[in-house]
C-alpha cells in the first residue's frame, strides 16, 4: 500500500511538473517565434515600403531595387538575399528581381489592414514575403528566405527540449525522495505496529522530527498504546488480584467440607463447618457482587435511578445500622444532619455511607470517636464522616480508590473487607456527579468527604461512572 501511494505521489508530481515545463517552454518558444517573425515582417515590409516610394517618386519600375540597409539587415548569406516583384492594380507582373522564383503570384484579392500602407505578410514555403498595396492598388512583394530565423528556432527547440527533460528528470527525483521522506516514517510505524500485540505493549512508535503530519500521528497512537498499556495492567492486576480474595473463601469451604466429610462427628461440629462455609460463602457473594458493579461501570451499563433523595434520610438509616459495632467498640459518635436533597439512586448512596461509616468502626481504637456531619455548601451536599482512628499514612492517598488497594499494614493488618469497597463508592458519587476526597494522618484519625450537586442546582448526572440499581450495599 505504502509503495502505491508512494507512487501516486511520484506520479502525480511528475505530471504537474510535466504541465509546468511544457507550458513554460511552449510559451517561451511561441514568443520567441513570434518575435522573430514580428522583426522580419518589420524589415520586409520597410524594404516594401521603399520600393512603393521609389515606384511613385520615378513612375517606372526598370530602377527599383531594395536598398542596401535592408540588404544588410536580411543577412550576407545567398540563402538570405532578398527578392522582390511588382504588380499594377490589373495583377500585371510589372519587374521582378533575379533572385524572385518564377512562381510568384500576386493576392486576387489582397485583405486591407489598417495603417498608411496596407499589407499582407505570408509563408510561402521556407520564404517570409510580405505584400504591400500602393497608391493606385498597385502590388509590391518583398520575400526572403528565413532559413537564419528557422535555425535559430530549432536550436532554441532542442535546447528548450533537453533543458525540459533535465528538469524532469531533477524533478522526478525530488518527487520520488520526498515521497520516500513522507511514507518511510509510515512504514516504520506499520512495522512498529506489527509487532505490538496484547503481550507486548510497550514499544511505541519512532516520532519524526518537526512538527509534520506523521509525527503528529506517531505522538497520537504512542499515547493511545500507552492508555492501552495502562489498561491492560489494570485489567491483568484486577484479575489476579480478584482471582487470589477469591481462592481464600474457596480454600476455607473446601477445608471446612473436607474435615466435615473426614469422619463422623457431632451436630455441634458440624453445625461450625457449615457456619465458616457460610461466612466463606458470604464474602464470596460481597466479593462477585462487587467485582460484578465494577464491570458492568466499566463496561457503560445504565446509569443510576434518578430520583428526588433527602440524604439525611439515607444516613440516618445506616446510622442505625452500624449501632451494634459502634457499641462494641465502645465508640462515641457525633451526627450533624441538615435536611439535604439531591437527585439520584437512594439505594447506591446509601452503599457509600454504608461503607464509609463500617470504615470508620473497622480501623478505629477503642473508645473513640466518630463524627458524622451533612449540610448544603455552595449547591452541593456535603457528607463529612470523621473518625480518630489509627489514620493512614500519606503514600497510601493517592491509591485509597484503586481496586483491591489496602494500605499495608496499618489497613490489610485487620482483615476485613476485600479491597473494592472505596473503589465502589468512588464509583457511585462519580456517577451522581460528585466527588469523594480523604484527609487523613496516621495515628490521628481519617476524614471522608463526598460532595454531590444538590437537588436545586440542576447538576446533570456524570457519564463517566455508571452503577447498576438493585444491588445490595458492600463494604
Not at 499515547?223 to 487470589?244: C, G, K, N, P, W
Not at 462487587?290 to 435511578?305: E, H, K
Request: aromatic content about 4%.
Amino acid at each position: 500500500m505504502f509503495s502505491s501511494i508512494r507512487r501516486q505521489l511520484v506520479a502525480w508530481q511528475a505530471l504537474l511538473l510535466l504541465v509546468v515545463v511544457v507550458g513554460l517552454g511552449t510559451t517561451f518558444y511561441l514568443r520567441v517565434r513570434h518575435s522573430l517573425l514580428g522583426e522580419a515582417d518589420a524589415d520586409l515590409l520597410g524594404a516594401a515600403q521603399s520600393l512603393a516610394t521609389q515606384w511613385s517618386a520615378s513612375q517606372s519600375v526598370a530602377a527599383l531595387e531594395i536598398p542596401e540597409t535592408y540588404r544588410h539587415r536580411f543577412g550576407p548569406g545567398p540563402k538570405e538575399v532578398p527578392y522582390f516583384a511588382v504588380w499594377d492594380s490589373n495583377t500585371k507582373l510589372l519587374v521582378a528581381s533575379q533572385t524572385a522564383p518564377a512562381e510568384l503570384r500576386p493576392e486576387a484579392k489582397p485583405p486591407e489592414k489598417k495603417g498608411l500602407h496596407p499589407y499582407h505578410a505570408r509563408d510561402r514555403g521556407e520564404h517570409r514575403e510580405v505584400l504591400l498595396i500602393g497608391d493606385g492598388g498597385g502590388q509590391v512583394l518583398v520575400g526572403r528566405n528565413l532559413h537564419r530565423e528557422r535555425d535559430q528556432l530549432r536550436r532554441l527547440l532542442a535546447w528548450i527540449i533537453g533543458s525540459s527533460a533535465a528538469l524532469l528528470a531533477v524533478g522526478l527525483a525530488g518527487a520520488w525522495y520526498l515521497a520516500k521522506r513522507i511514507t518511510d516514517p509510515i512504514e516504520r510505524m506499520t512495522a512498529t505496529a506489527e509487532r505490538i500485540s496484547a503481550v507486548n505493549l510497550s514499544e511505541r512508535l519512532d516520532v519524526p522530527l518537526g512538527r509534520s503530519e506523521p509525527a503528529r500521528l506517531a505522538e497520537v497512537i504512542n499515547r493511545m498504546l500507552t492508555r492501552l498499556q495502562e489498561a491492560f495492567d489494570r485489567q491483568t492486576r484486577f484479575t489476579a488480584d480478584a482471582s487470589h480474595e477469591l481462592r481464600t473463601p474457596v480454600s476455607v469451604v473446601m477445608s471446612q467440607a473436607e474435615l466435615a466429610l473426614a469422619k463422623e462427628r457431632s451436630p455441634e461440629a458440624y453445625r461450625d463447618a457449615l457456619g465458616a462455609c457460610l461466612r466463606a460463602a458470604s464474602r464470596m457473594k460481597s466479593l462477585v457482587e462487587g467485582l460484578l458493579t465494577l464491570a458492568r461501570s466499566d463496561a457503560g451499563m445504565p446509569l443510576v435511578r434518578r430520583e428526588s433523595v433527602d440524604l439525611r434520610r439515607v444516613v440516618e438509616r445506616e446510622l442505625e445500622a452500624v449501632q451494634t459495632g459502634v457499641a462494641e467498640r465502645n465508640l462515641a459518635l457525633t451526627v450533624d444532619l441538615h435536611s439535604t436533597t439531591v437527585v439520584g439512586d437512594g439505594d447506591r448512596l446509601g452503599q457509600v455511607v454504608a461503607n464509609l461509616l463500617a470504615n470508620a468502626v473497622a480501623y478505629h481504637r477503642d473508645g473513640g470517636n466518630i463524627t458524622v456531619s451533612l449540610v448544603a455548601e455552595n449547591d452541593e451536599a456535603v457528607l463529612a464522616i470523621a473518625d480518630t482512628g489509627i489514620g493512614i499514612a500519606a503514600e497510601h492517598l493517592p491509591h485509597l480508590f484503586e481496586r483491591f488497594y489496602r494500605a499495608d499494614p496499618s489497613r490489610s493488618a485487620h482483615g476485613v473487607g476485600s479491597g473494592l469497597g472505596l473503589a465502589i463508592c468512588d464509583e457511585i458519587v462519580r456517577a451522581h456527579g460528585g466527588r469523594i476526597e480523604v484527609q487523613s494522618t496516621l495515628g490521628e484519625g481519617t476524614t471522608f468527604v463526598v460532595r454531590l450537586p444538590a437537588a436545586a442546582s440542576s447538576v446533570p448526572l456524570s457519564e463517566e461512572a455508571v452503577i447498576v440499581a438493585g444491588e445490595p450495599p458492600q463494604s
